[in-house]
């Protein structure tokens, strides 16, 4: 069965304070690996797509990177303001649906 | 184009009430999807049209649910005879096709049955 399990499921940080948050994945035929921040109330805004290992996107302080198993979201010097909830998702070949991860709860403290 | 936009924003009903959303995608996005997320969890797949075709459903997408997209543009979800485990956030996507786009989303019509 496909799975995208996020960790950890909340972290708390101080501004400034670096730090990655995981996605890992066991799916048959990936097609994509989506990013999406999401503000309380809201709906997801979308970051990144990942296609293939190896691959590396940034924007701002959010630097995306995947391999075969796992795609990480690298939050470099973050601010109060990188507090949300961050889903990642995958597509899978064939399919158009996204299927996602739980989530990680993010919080900078000022 | 402000974007995708979903009516209403918020609907509190009693259970047994049928109810319906809306969802008006970007316009030239020709791919819509519904989702369905509740607290602290991840958005869930419900179904997909392509144009006005409902191309893909989810197990979770009991009878009690349905989907339309008359004439390929805005589409609306019903649910009969609503039970308090329907209480979610319901989420609109749309998409241009092409694997690289993400689908963007509306802000969601929040549920809640009483």
């Known amino acids: 069965e496909d799975q995208v399990t996020q960790s950890p499921e909340a972290l708390r940080l101080q501004e400034g304070e670096s730090s990655s948050l995981n996605c890992s994945y066991t799916v048959s035929g990936l097609r994509g690996l989506f990013w999406y921040r999401q503000d309380p109330g809201k709906g997801p805004e979308f970051l990144f797509t990942?296609?293939?290992a190896g691959e590396e996107k940034e924007k701002e302080r959010l630097k995306a990177t995947l391999t075969k198993k796992e795609s990480f979201l690298h939050i470099t010097a973050p601010k109060p303001e990188d507090s949300a909830t961050y889903l990642c998702a995958v597509r899978l070949n064939a399919s158009n649906m996204l299927t996602f991860g739980g989530g990680t709860r993010l919080m900078v403290k000022p | 184009d402000t974007g995708v936009s979903q009516d209403p924003r918020h609907k509190i009903t009693k259970r047994g009430q049928n109810v319906t959303f809306r969802c008006d995608p970007i316009s030239e996005h020709n791919r819509l999807y519904w989702y369905r997320q509740t607290l602290g969890q991840g958005p869930e797949f419900l179904t997909y049209?392509?144009?006005?075709?409902?191309?893909?459903k989810s197990r979770l997408l009991s009878d009690r649910f349905s989907a339309e997209r008359p004439k390929g543009s805005f589409s609306t979800l019903e649910i009969q005879r609503t039970e308090q485990g329907d209480s979610a956030m319901y989420l609109c996507?749309?998409?241009?096709?092409?694997?690289?786009?993400?689908?963007?989303f509306g802000s969601g019509t929040r549920l809640t049955v009483v």
């Open positions: 049209f392509q144009n006005e075709a409902q191309l893909e």
């Open positions: 990942l296609y293939s």
């Open positions: 996507a749309s998409s241009g096709g092409g694997s690289g786009y993400g689908y963007t």
